[in-house]
């Protein structure tokens, strides 16, 4: 797979968890709330879990960009920028 698709899918992957993490935090701070008032509703154990889930999820998808990006520094550092695979630099005197 090409790395820039591999990095945006890995970016829209991230982000779909963190829009996940998000609204499953947004719920239980809710819950939170209604039971500091003595509604005795605590906040649900399986939002708890799916919450770390989307976190876990988003944490493995942010390492895989950060390994990507090194790939491309990698390269760049090898390869600069303007050089074609295969052609040599030419370095004028």
């Known amino acids: 797979m090409n790395k820039t698709l591999a990095l945006l899918d890995c970016l829209a992957q991230l982000k779909e968890a963190q829009n996940c993490a ?19 509703r605590t906040p649900d154990r399986g939002a ?23 790939e491309f520094d990698s390269l760049q550092t090898i390869m600069p920028l303007g050089q074609q695979p295969g052609r040599p630099l030419i370095y004028s005197v």
């Not at 493995?60 to 990507?68: D, G, L, N, P, V």
């Open 22 to 40: 998000d609204a499953l935090l947004a719920e239980i701070v809710a819950d939170a709330v209604r039971a500091n008032r003595g509604a005795r």
């Open 48 to 70: 708890l879990k799916a919450f770390r889930h989307a976190l876990k999820t988003a944490s493995m998808h942010s390492y895989q960009a950060e390994m990507i990006l090194a």
